[in-house]
Each structure stands twice: as structure tokens, then as C-alpha cells.
């Protein structure tokens, strides 16, 4: 080993230990055994010619790829989401897992928790990024590792059943694949994106579908091959504004919408708090009778058309000619914030009155962390469909809300 080469390791160690004392801070790691996974697996090994300091940054991907427009479709994903998503795969020695979405630093992680009596196979659709995280995973010390190249969506069954299966891209739909692909008593961990928001959910088989066990907030990149999301559609109303949706009950009309967006804007505040902003965004886009997401621009929020809400995307209620999205402000009385709604277009009123009545409702009655129970029903959406389900490809999501 060369003197740089000694010092590049001493560096990297000292980065490594910080990023787990920093990951269990903020509860991305709560367990042991993933903490010690974290600390032993060379995180830059699979990052070379990344710096260091990006490398072990807690909330930094790092790119492995990008499509023709220079957007990203493989990325080492951020650490603090890797700690989250193998805690709630809750991950014991000695079993069988598969990831769906591949970079070689992942599947070292999972082969450390594991253990020598157990078996990791990761795939990948892409042929450079599996020949890439085979290179890494050798290089650090996993040759034991079964890397494969395949879509995902028919999973691989060459070494199913397995006892856990992780999926790392964002997931329109479940294929049966997976849910038949566990054992009895498997769990899948994946980001499925329902009407345009993702959540990383834990689901446990129960019968034939799966009920979920947690969820938190997450963000990848989308699912490529078979399983890509075909049903998006997005529009642009003007410069800096689009609209979002794959409810099959929205007409988007984007020059009717634009029309509304340059009518007075109807502001109504509802009285209720105004926090768990992706619990409350789960709750809005789970049960707004006719869901889009509106983003903005930062120049068109700066204009004032347009709330800051909307930076990120934000749940829109949407009809022919009108729409209504979330905003807040802040609370004197409680040093919090309350929740309302801006309101464009002719039906401006009537749209407001029912997504303020959202608000309340949630702030009433499911303002709490984990107050979704989320189930995945494979098989045809029953007629009519049941309030609260949403229809996908190969099943219905239901979500119970307590
Ligand atoms: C966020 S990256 C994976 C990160 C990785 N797990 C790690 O260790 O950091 C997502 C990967 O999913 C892959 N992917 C997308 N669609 C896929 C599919 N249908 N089947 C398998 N892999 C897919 C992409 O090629 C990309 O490499």
C-alpha cells in the first residue's frame, strides 16, 4: 500500500465512523446489527472516483448513471434511506434475500447481516450497472454475492423463495412475482409511488397479498423495463408550472387549468395544525376524491402565482377548470403552523370547502406517525371499487386509516 493509499484508508474509516454515529442519531440505523453492517462495509469501494466526503455524506446519492437527458437512473443511494429500509427489513443470519435494483453496496450491507450462512442475490436491468457493482462487490471482499442481470419485475426465481426481498427503484406496481417469490413468512421492503408519492413500505405476507408492517418517506429513482410507470401523465400549464397524475378519474385540461391559475386566487384556512408533512401528504393523496400533483418553479413561487408548497410537488385536487392545493402559515398561538388551502377557477369554492375538510379531518383524527395500515390485494380491483383503494396494474391498494 502506497502512503496515499494508507491515508485515503485512515480518511475513509474516520468518515465511516462518523457516518454511523450520525445515522444513529437521527434513527436512520436503530439496531446493532445494521450499525455494525454500516461500519464494516467499505461504502467508498463502491464509489471509486467519488470524493470521499460525498461518498459518506448521509443524505448524498452518488451517480453511477444517467439517461440521454442527463437525469439520473442508477445512483448509489443516500445512506440515511439504506438505514431505514434495513431496519424495517429487519434482516436475521442465515437468510435468503434478494435485491431488485443493484450498485454492489447495498447487497454487501445485507450480506453482512446475513452472515456466511446466508445468500444474497442482487439484479440489475442494466448490464453496465451489474458489471459495475460485480467489480465493487469483488474488490471489497464479496465474491459470495450472486449478482444477476435481469428486470426485476419477474423477479428471480432461480433462488426463490426468498425470506426477504428489497426492492431500490421506486415501484409503480407490485408484479406477483414478488409477493409469490417470499416465503410464508417473508417481508418485502419496497418504494411504491401511489398517485405520484412513494413511500419505502415494509409488507409482510398475509394470504395472498400483503399488509404492511411500516412506511417511511422515500425517494429513488423510477423503475425501468416491464413495471415502469406507463400510466403518468404531466402536463404543463406555463412556464415553471406542471401538473401530474395517474388517477384515471382526472380529465387534465392543461388550457383550462392555466386559465384558473390566472383567475384570483381564494385563500381559506382551516384552523388545524400543520405538521407530519408526509403524513398528512399520504393522508391528502390517499383520499382527495381526484388527485394531480402541482409543482412550481422557484422563480413562479418567488412571483407569488404560486405557494412554496408546490417546490416539491404538492397533493392537488383537480376538476376540468379548477384546482386546490395545500398551503400553510404559521400559528402564533401554538408556534406551529395551520394548514389551508389556495383555490383557482370557476369551482374554486367548492374545491376548497372539500380539501379544507381533509385537513381538519386528518388533524382530528389521524395526526400521529404510522397511521396508515396499507394493504396490497393482487388479483382484479373489485366493482364498484371500495373508498380508499387505489387501482394498479396487477391489484388493488387499501389503506385503513387509524
Ligand atoms: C437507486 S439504484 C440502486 C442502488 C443500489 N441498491 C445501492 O446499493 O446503492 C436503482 C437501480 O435500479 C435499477 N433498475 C431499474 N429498474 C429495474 C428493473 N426493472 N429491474 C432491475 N433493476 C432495475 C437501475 O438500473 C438502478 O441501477
Not at 132 to 142: E, H, K, N, T, V
Not at 187 to 212: K, Q
Not at 297 to 324: F, H, K, M, N, R
Request: hydrophobic share 40%; proline share 5%.
Amino acid at each position: 500500500m502506497t502512503a496515499i493509499d494508507d491515508s485515503t484508508a485512515r480518511d475513509a474509516d474516520a468518515l465511516r465512523a462518523g457516518m454511523v454515529r450520525a445515522l444513529r442519531d437521527q434513527d436512520s440505523i436503530t439496531s446493532e446489527p445494521v450499525a455494525a453492517a454500516f461500519a464494516a462495509v467499505p461504502r467508498h469501494r463502491f464509489a471509486p472516483g467519488a470524493p470521499l466526503e460525498l461518498a459518506y455524506d448521509l443524505h448524498c446519492t452518488v451517480p453511477v448513471k444517467k439517461d440521454e437527458h442527463g437525469l439520473d437512473i442508477s445512483v448509489m443511494s443516500a445512506a440515511h434511506l439504506q438505514g431505514v429500509m434495513l431496519e424495517q427489513a429487519d434482516i436475521k443470519p442465515g437468510m435468503k434475500v434478494l435485491e431488485i435494483g443493484s450498485g454492489g453496496y447495498n447487497a454487501a450491507l445485507i450480506q453482512e447481516l446475513v452472515g456466511d450462512h446466508g445468500m444474497v442475490t442482487t439484479a440489475d436491468i442494466d448490464h453496465d450497472v451489474i458489471d459495475r457493482a460485480r467489480r465493487c462487490l469483488d474488490d471489497a471482499g464479496y465474491r459470495q454475492v450472486k449478482t444477476v442481470l435481469a428486470d426485476g419485475e419477474s423477479g428471480v426465481p432461480d433462488s426463490a423463495p426468498y425470506d426477504r426481498i428489497i426492492v431500490t427503484a421506486a415501484a409503480w406496481d407490485i408484479p406477483a412475482s414478488w409477493i409469490n417469490g417470499l416465503t410464508k413468512n417473508g417481508r418485502l421492503v419496497v418504494p411504491l409511488t401511489v398517485h405520484g408519492t412513494t413511500r419505502s413500505i415494509a409488507f409482510d405476507r398475509e394470504g395472498d397479498g400483503l399488509l404492511s408492517r411500516s412506511y417511511r418517506l422515500a425517494r429513488f429513482v423510477p423503475m425501468q423495463g416491464e413495471g415502469a410507470a406507463r400510466e403518468e401523465r404531466k402536463v404543463l400549464l406555463r412556464d415553471g408550472v406542471a401538473v401530474q397524475t395517474d388517477d384515471a378519474r382526472v380529465n387534465l385540461l392543461p388550457e383550462a387549468l392555466n386559465h384558473a391559475l390566472g383567475m384570483p386566487r381564494l385563500v381559506r384556512w382551516s384552523g388545524a395544525a400543520y405538521d407530519l408533512p408526509d403524513e398528512l401528504e399520504l393522508y391528502l393523496t390517499l383520499n382527495l376524491p381526484t388527485v394531480a400533483r402541482l409543482h412550481a418553479s422557484t422563480d413562479v413561487v418567488e412571483s407569488g402565482l404560486v405557494e412554496a408548497s408546490a417546490l416539491l410537488g404538492v397533493p392537488a385536487l383537480v376538476s376540468e377548470d379548477s384546482i386546490a392545493y395545500r398551503t400553510r402559515r404559521e400559528d402564533r398561538d401554538t408556534d406551529g403552523f395551520e394548514s389551508g388551502v389556495v383555490a383557482h377557477g370557476p369551482q374554486a369554492e367548492a374545491l376548497a370547502d372539500q380539501y379544507v375538510e381533509l385537513l381538519r379531518r386528518w388533524a382530528q383524527n389521524h395526526r400521529r406517525r404510522g397511521a396508515a395500515e396499507i394493504r396490497y390485494l393482487p388479483g382484479p380491483a373489485p366493482s364498484p371499487l371500495l373508498e380508499d383503494a387505489v387501482p394498479k396494474r396487477h391489484g388493488v391498494v387499501t389503506v385503513t386509516w387509524h
